[in-house]
């Protein structure tokens, strides 16, 4: 496989990026492939897009298969630009390194490496033995990563990508001293959270969250807020909801709580056998796990959320403790703080309980990787330093 830098093409493939820039997009279309990775593909023949297609969601047909369908007989000798290698193993669907070979294209253009132990370079290999030449645009391989980063995360550490989600009033309040914090932000902002939502695997909480505020934390189709296309497009991954899952060390979560009696499924990680929990709820599964002083280890739980549920991208929302663990721990891939234009005064409760800091050296420190107004708020996306 050739590896080449977008400076380094020849004259006659110089277009490459365009259509590489455009599978990638294709990817994104897919708000959640689960356990699978967002993947697009563009078939190019004679500088003329002849087909286009991206992963819709798991046991759906890959994006080189929709794409190779739309082509129909011009796939033939087109070169097909792909996001991510194409696999060479059967699981739900067959393999997509079969499907181009079999459909005669010329040439193979990725993005990056598949990190799946059962592809990993094989569908590379497959291809250039069946005389398909493949290059890798090495420039696209992060950006063909950050839009299914969960898929990456899992595979080469063995978690799932973490979003912690905050909404904070101007002087970093999330709640009045009496604990009103309906509504802090405004319905665009709580439109952008249904769908990190829908993006996710799991929604994690704690318990304190749902003693305190009884939260659903489901997705809710009608306020999404999304185009009747991209509703359609996603029709079949939105049809399941993401697991809940509750972080609760003493097993006080109530059967009563709203989180356990909407559809799908809830996970509760304690430190202790649930043999004290009479008549539970039919969808909740409880799971013990290791301690952390004498809390639940966050660590664990997101080994199990990967290795066990084969979750990739998950998102936290939960109160001021919780979440302070999270970001302490260096668990938190990414941030997303909405912040409201609105004032709610010192006795109000604060954003994090984060304690101990004592010199500036001692910050948390992030790089804001995105900062749009959403309605009358701001939504500010930061990543670790």
């Known amino acids: ?118 592809v990993a370079g094989k569908g590379v290999e497959k291809l250039i033995a069946a005389g398909i030449a493949v290059t890798q645009l090495t420039e696209f391989d992060a950006l063909a990563r950050a839009v299914t980063p969960g898929y990456f995360k899992r595979r080469e550490q063995g978690t799932p990508y973490v979003r912690c989600k905050l909404a904070m009033s101007l002087d970093g309040r999330t709640a009045l001293a009496n604990g009103e914090s309906k509504w802090i932000s405004g319905s665009a902002s709580r439109s952008d959270v249904q ?24 997705v809710r189709i009608d306020e999404l807020n999304l185009h009747q296309d991209d509703l359609a497009r996603n029709e079949q991954a939105l049809a ?32 202790g056998p649930h043999d004290s929990v009479k008549n539970p709820p039919s969808n909740v599964e409880y799971l013990q796990t290791q301690e952390s002083g004498k809390r639940v280890s966050l660590h664990s739980v997101l080994e199990s959320l990967a290795s066990d549920f084969s979750c990739t991208e998950v998102l936290v929302e939960a109160g001021a403790t919780l979440s302070a663990a999270f970001i302490q721990a260096g668990l938190v891939d990414e941030l997303i703080v909405y912040i409201a234009p609105k004032l709610l005064g010192s006795d109000a409760r604060s954003l994090l309980n984060i304690a101990g800091i004592e010199s500036m050296s001692d910050s948390l420190d992030f790089e804001i990787t995105d900062l749009r107004q959403m309605d009358r708020d701001i939504r500010v996306v930061l990543k670790p330093v």
């Not at 990638?24 to 004679?46: E, F, K, Q, Y």
């Not at 993401?242 to 304690?270: C, H, M, Y």
């Open 240 to 271: 399941k909801q993401p697991l809940r899952v509750i972080l609760d060390s003493q097993l006080r979560t109530p059967n009563a709580a709203k989180i356990l009696s909407l559809p799908g499924e809830v996970k509760i990680f304690s430190l």
């Open 195 to 218: 769908r990190l939502r829908a993006a996710s695997s799991a929604v994690i909480t704690g318990i304190e969250t749902v003693l305190a505020d009884d939260p659903s934390l489901n």
């Open 1 to 118: 496989m050739k590896k080449i830098r977008n400076d380094e093409l020849e004259t006659a493939v110089i277009d490459w990026p365009v259509y590489m820039r455009r599978a990638i997009d294709l990817a994104g279309n897919s708000i959640n492939t689960s356990p699978n990775p967002r993947v697009g593909c563009v078939l190019v023949s004679n500088q003329e897009i002849v087909g286009e297609g991206w992963h819709v969601a798991v046991g759906e047909a890959h994006a080189e298969v929709m794409a190779l369908r739309q082509a129909g007989d011009r796939a033939k000798s087109s070169t097909a630009f792909v996001s991510l290698e194409p696999c060479s193993h059967t699981g739900r669907t067959g393999p997509c390194s079969d499907a181009l070979i079999a459909a005669g294209v010329s040439e193979v253009v990725i993005a990056c490496i598949d990190p799946n132990p059962e």
